[in-house]
């Protein structure tokens, strides 16, 4: 018999017996991935305790993985969170690549997240957005705009998802915020029994007792929100909620696949972190950044000026004509984007790309953070500078593997549409009506930049500052 030929494995640094690669990671892995990555290029092969994962940090090597064989990257790796967290993967964010996933996946493309349902929800947020302006507009000092910012983006994603507001307090005694905030620690937390199976029935660090509890919070709740919609029937004078949309379709019998309320509460789940997290996380570091810049800031006001005048609020539908807060967009998602690492790929076979042997069950870990500041692809990258995209055809759509803060291919996010909507109205209305100010005369160098890596990347301190109404109105 033949001798088995050697696997040609990416390269990588030297890692330890047992633990691999883990000791190299730190509370930011992404700032740790993307220093590594300098020294071993951009296809890299680390081990995570038994895990093998495939770094990549560069937008060609992106590319291959996203584009050239995203099918076989299409899939999510099995990780106790997602077992206990979301209904067995029976979602689409973590589920597993399959006939089930693609029909989920239909659905919420087709159904949920389709123009003509982000449509039907442009007169709630109006409402949500002119409650949001008022309660700033009463403000006399320094406001916490990371409160406020997120407070306005669950308002609007409770509204999309069940169609009503519920009190903080509905869910349970910490409230939305800091439920959805647990859970993201507990998706992103190394987790020993995923590194180390064997560990796996030990739960040392207690984090499969938290999940449970975790999981049972939420299911509970949304089985009270499907029992409210059951309860209240038909109402022809609201726009369809998610809910409702999804109810109709269990109802139904129609869906090509098994739809029952498990999935119901699978989907709810993701369509509430997709819609209250990323939008407000990318809107607090828009405002870090605008803070920061006081040119960049004054030149957004102007073109607002001039489009929309002082008069009235930006509406929606002046924001395809915002060409500059577009740029401001595509600059803070390059240095910060929200998913730094996305979210794992996973390997559904063995394969070979650039010539690597890439074994199956490979986690697949793409390094948007890195890719944004790599000198081989921006000029000054650590610098702020959004006219770099003037008239550039670099967008956010995962076409272009140098800015991927939505990911790009079947695995992509499927809520590019309605997040784009949220984020921008948001930082219109901030920076349309009022000006800004950083409280006890801070200077805009000296403001906190420091991030706190969790499945989002958020600031690690709240941003505060100081508005001045400044539309005549
Ligand atoms: C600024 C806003 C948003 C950002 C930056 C963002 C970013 C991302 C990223 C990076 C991924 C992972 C892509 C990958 O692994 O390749 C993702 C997946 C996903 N997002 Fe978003 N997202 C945003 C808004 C939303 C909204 C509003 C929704 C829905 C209401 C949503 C729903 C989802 C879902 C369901 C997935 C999983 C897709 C899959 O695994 O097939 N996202 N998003």
């Known amino acids: 018999t033949k001798p088995k030929k050697e696997k040609k494995l990416p390269p990588g640094p030297k890692g330890l017996p047992i633990l691999g690669h883990l000791h190299m990671l730190g509370k930011n892995p992404h700032q740790d991935l993307h220093r590594i990555a300098k020294d071993h290029g951009p296809i890299m092969y680390m081990r995570f305790g038994f895990i093998p994962n495939i770094v990549?940090?560069?937008?060609?090597?992106?590319?291959?993985?996203?584009?050239?064989?995203?099918?076989?990257?299409?899939?999510?790796?099995?990780?106790?969170?997602?077992?206990?967290?979301?209904?067995?993967?029976?979602?689409?964010?973590?589920?597993?690549?399959?006939?089930?996933?693609?029909?989920?996946?239909?659905?919420?493309?087709?159904?949920?997240?389709?123009?003509?349902?982000?449509?039907?929800?442009?007169?709630?947020?109006?409402?949500?957005?002119?409650?949001?302006?008022?309660?700033?507009?009463?403000?006399?000092?320094?406001?916490?705009?990371?409160?406020?910012?997120?407070?306005?983006?669950?308002?609007?994603?409770?509204?999309?998802?069940?169609?009503?507001?519920?009190?903080?307090?509905?869910?349970?005694?910490?409230?939305?915020?800091?439920?959805?905030?647990?859970?993201?620690?507990?998706?992103?937390?190394?987790?020993?029994?995923?590194?180390?199976?064997?560990?796996?029935?030990?739960d040392l660090q207690g984090l499969r007792r938290k999940m449970k509890a975790y999981a049972k919070v939420f299911d509970g709740f949304f089985e009270k929100v499907i029992e409210d919609h059951v309860r209240a029937g038909d109402r022809p004078d609201q726009a369809k909620d998610i809910v409702d949309t999804m109810m109709s379709i269990m109802q139904s019998g129609d869906s090509e696949f098994q739809f029952d309320r498990r999935h119901v509460k699978a989907i709810m789940l993701d369509m509430l972190l997709g819609a209250m997290d990323s939008p407000s996380s990318t809107s607090e570091w828009i405002l870090t950044e605008l803070l920061r810049n006081p040119a960049v800031m004054k030149k957004l006001q102007k073109e607002m000026e001039q489009v929309v005048g002082l008069k009235r609020m930006v509406e929606?539908?002046?924001?395809?004509?915002?060409?500059?807060?577009?740029?401001?967009?595509?600059?803070?998602?390059?240095?910060?984007?929200?998913?730094?690492?996305?979210?794992?790929?996973?390997?559904?076979?063995?394969?070979?790309?650039?010539?690597?042997?890439?074994?199956?069950?490979?986690?697949?870990?793409?390094?948007?953070?890195?890719i944004g500041r790599d000198p081989n692809v921006w000029t000054d990258p650590e610098k702020f500078i959004p006219e770099r995209f003037s008239g550039s055809e670099v967008d956010v759509w995962g076409h272009h593997f140098q800015l991927l803060p939505f990911g790009a291919g079947r695995r992509g996010c499927p809520g590019i549409q309605l997040g784009l909507i949220h984020v921008r109205l948001i930082v219109a209305q901030l920076v349309h009506c009022f000006d800004w100010q950083l409280p006890n005369d801070m200077s805009p160098m000296d403001l906190d930049m420091h991030e706190e890596f969790g499945v989002s990347l958020t600031r690690a301190n709240h941003l505060m500052a100081i508005p001045t109404f400044r539309l005549q109105m």
């Not at 600059?331 to 910060?336: G, P, V």
């Not at 199956?360 to 948007?368: C, E, H, L, Q, V």
């Open 316 to 370: 929606e539908s002046d924001l395809d004509q915002l060409e500059y807060l577009d740029m401001v967009l595509k600059e803070t998602f390059r240095l910060h984007p929200v998913a730094p690492l996305l979210i794992p790929h996973y390997a559904r076979e063995d394969s070979k790309v650039n010539g690597y042997d890439i074994p199956k069950d490979s986690r697949i870990i793409i390094n948007t953070y890195a």
């Open 56 to 202: 990549v940090s560069s937008p060609e090597a992106a590319e291959l993985f996203l584009k050239t064989h995203d099918l076989v990257f299409a899939s999510r790796p099995p990780t106790e969170a997602a077992k206990y967290m979301t209904w067995d993967q029976s979602d689409v964010l973590f589920g597993a690549y399959g006939p089930y996933w693609r029909n989920m996946r239909k659905l919420c493309t087709l159904e949920l997240l389709s123009t003509h349902k982000t449509n039907s929800f442009r007169p709630m947020r109006r409402e949500e957005i002119s409650l949001f302006v008022e309660s700033l507009k009463e403000a006399s000092g320094p406001v916490d705009l990371s409160a406020m910012v997120s407070s306005v983006s669950v308002n609007m994603s409770c509204r999309l998802v069940f169609g009503k507001k519920y009190d903080e307090k509905d869910i349970d005694e910490r409230g939305f915020k800091a439920l959805i905030k647990e859970g993201m620690r507990l998706v992103s937390a190394p987790n020993l029994a995923d590194l180390f199976p064997f560990l796996g029935v030990l």
